[in-house]
């Protein structure tokens, strides 16, 4: 057997970045940056008001209340027209240019009016409700660097200085297999001997949350010819791709045997428990996840290999490959046996008094995908007899 961490790094050395792309920005949350994004403008490009109300020369409400003269109204969206003299106000729409002679903005809710002139009830300082020109960005500001992840509101400052496009990592396209003749895809009544076909389709809906473009290539039968030109296509139109199954040590299947004889792939045990049995390779060039084939190991096995792997190609920052530890506390004892490895346990956590308390989730064995569907956490538990109730524990948040 590997430690977790050695296979974690050969995993990684056989992911290459993603060539970046330039995407509408309307394509690119959750993509991550490849260039410096420089403010080419002003946000705001001019001084406008903050509030519906009457754009004013503050000395002349330094006594307030006062009664002025309304010069004109200005709405948002539009040049203003009139200037602000001496015992004037000019009635204005929140987001509308302030108009010369004006220094301050009163909110409507201070103010009455009667015909032409208004009254305003208190005095309001210079810059009162005024957002300045280049009060969040100006022009030749960095607004943010190669690395960031683009959230809703990335997308909203981006549009907000004009640029419509940005250079990304893409989403890494991947491919998920299935193969075997006890496979069934469907609610039809199993026959002796077969499965339904879960893995593909847990591997896909994890590739999405993980922010990858799944690809399903569907399940096939236990054929090599098959088998070779199903992998074949998947990595000519793929980025990466998986496979669950046939990975155990003794295990022989056709998709073994054709990776070994079109790919460079290591056959790995890691100390771990579950998802001890690892293949990973690459296949002209597109990196390849031979995953365990019990449905709980190769969730697991995703969570601990494909996904770092994944967003390293997608160009996701170093230290968020991996989901950092959370140090909480065992609310349940955790059980295990001693055997050399580090178990994955899977719990469910709740916050309280300020720290993660776990407990176990159900059955642990790796065929049991209720306990995982019911997990939020893997609890990493050392070698030896379990951990008991009080004692720390490193969890891995999953949701």
Same mark, same amino acid.
């Given at each position: 057997?590997?430690?977790? /961490?050695?296979?974690?790094?050969?995993?990684?050395?056989?992911?290459?970045?993603?060539?970046?792309?330039?995407?509408?920005?309307?394509?690119?949350?959750?993509?991550?940056?490849?260039?410096?994004?420089?403010?080419?403008?002003?946000?705001?490009?001019?001084?406008?008001?903050?509030?519906?109300?009457?754009?004013?020369?503050?000395?002349?409400?330094?006594?307030?209340?006062?009664?002025?003269?309304?010069?004109?109204?200005?709405?948002?969206?539009?040049?203003?027209?009139?200037?602000?003299?001496?015992?004037?106000?000019?009635?204005?729409?929140?987001?509308?240019?302030?108009?010369?002679?004006?220094?301050?903005?009163?909110?409507?809710?201070?103010?009455?009016?009667?015909?032409?002139?208004?009254?305003?009830?208190?005095?309001?300082?210079?810059?009162?409700?005024?957002?300045?020109?280049?009060?969040?960005?100006?022009?030749?500001?960095?607004?943010?660097?190669?690395?960031?992840?683009?959230?809703?509101?990335?997308?909203?400052?981006?549009?907000?200085?004009?640029?419509?496009?940005?250079?990304?990592?893409?989403?890494?396209?991947?491919?998920?297999?299935?193969?075997?003749?006890?496979?069934?895809?469907?609610?039809?009544?199993?026959?002796?001997?077969?499965?339904?076909?879960?893995?593909?389709?847990?591997?896909?809906?994890?590739?999405?949350?993980?922010?990858?473009?799944?690809?399903?290539?569907?399940?096939?039968?236990?054929?090599?010819?098959?088998?070779?030109?199903?992998?074949?296509?998947?990595?000519?139109?793929?980025?990466?791709?998986?496979?669950?199954?046939?990975?155990?040590?003794?295990?022989?299947?056709?998709?073994?045997?054709?990776?070994?004889?079109?790919?460079?792939?290591?056959?790995?045990?890691?100390?771990?428990?579950?998802?001890?049995?690892?293949?990973?390779?690459?296949?002209?060039?597109?990196?390849?996840?031979?995953?365990?084939?019990?449905?709980?190991?190769?969730?697991?096995?995703?969570?601990?290999?494909?996904?770092?792997?994944?967003?390293?190609?997608?160009?996701?920052?170093?230290?968020?490959?991996?989901?950092?530890?959370?140090?909480?506390?065992?609310?349940?004892?955790?059980?295990?046996?001693?055997?050399?490895?580090?178990?994955?346990?899977?719990?469910?956590?709740?916050?309280?008094?300020?720290?993660?308390?776990?407990?176990?989730?159900?059955?642990?064995? /790796?065929?049991?995908?209720?306990?995982?569907?019911?997990?939020?956490?893997?609890?990493?538990?050392?070698?030896?007899?379990?951990?008991?109730?009080?004692?720390?524990?490193?969890?891995?948040?999953?949701?």
């Amino acid at each position: 057997m590997i430690p977790l /961490s050695e296979a974690q790094e050969r995993v990684l050395a056989g992911c290459e970045v993603l060539t970046e792309v330039v995407v509408p920005v309307d394509h690119a949350r959750g993509l991550v940056t490849t260039e410096t994004v420089v403010a080419p403008e002003l946000v705001p490009p001019f001084d406008n008001t903050a509030m519906d109300g009457f754009a004013v020369r503050s000395a002349d409400v330094d006594h307030a209340p006062v009664t002025l003269a309304i010069a004109g109204t200005i709405a948002a969206g539009a040049a203003p027209d009139v200037t602000v003299g001496v015992g004037q106000a000019a009635r204005i729409m929140t987001g509308a240019v302030i108009p010369p002679g004006a220094d301050a903005v009163v909110m409507v809710e201070l103010t009455s009016t009667d015909g032409d002139e208004v009254t305003v009830a208190e005095s309001v300082p210079a810059g009162n409700h005024i957002r300045r020109a280049g009060e969040d960005l100006t022009v030749g500001q960095t607004v943010f660097g190669p690395g960031e992840v683009l959230t809703p509101g990335h997308l909203g400052v981006l549009t907000s200085l004009g640029i419509y496009e940005v250079k990304v990592r893409p989403k890494a396209r991947v491919g998920v297999m299935s193969t075997g003749d006890e496979l069934v895809e469907g609610p039809q009544p199993l026959e002796v001997g077969q499965i339904r076909d879960s893995n593909r389709h847990t591997l896909l809906a994890l590739l999405a949350e993980a922010g990858c473009e799944p690809v399903d290539l569907g399940s096939l039968a236990d054929d090599e010819a098959e088998i070779a030109a199903g992998i074949r296509d998947g990595v000519e139109k793929c980025d990466a791709l998986l496979t669950s199954g046939g990975v155990s040590m003794g295990d022989y299947d056709y998709v073994k045997k054709v990776l070994d004889e079109i790919g460079d792939m290591s056959w790995m045990q890691v100390a771990i428990k579950p998802a001890k049995p690892l293949a990973f390779g690459v296949v002209e060039g597109i990196p390849v996840f031979g995953l365990p084939g019990n449905p709980v190991s190769s969730m697991v096995s995703f969570e601990l290999f494909a996904r770092p792997g994944l967003r390293k190609m997608m160009g996701h920052p170093a230290e968020t490959w991996h989901r950092p530890p959370v140090i909480g506390r065992v609310a349940e004892r955790l059980r295990r046996r001693p055997d050399g490895k580090t178990h994955f346990a899977r719990v469910r956590v709740e916050y309280a008094d300020g720290e993660f308390l776990a407990r176990s989730a159900g059955g642990q064995g /790796s065929h049991q995908l209720s306990a995982m569907a019911a997990a939020d956490a893997l609890a990493m538990l050392p070698d030896g007899e379990g951990l008991a109730v009080g004692d720390a524990v490193s969890l891995l948040i999953l949701r």
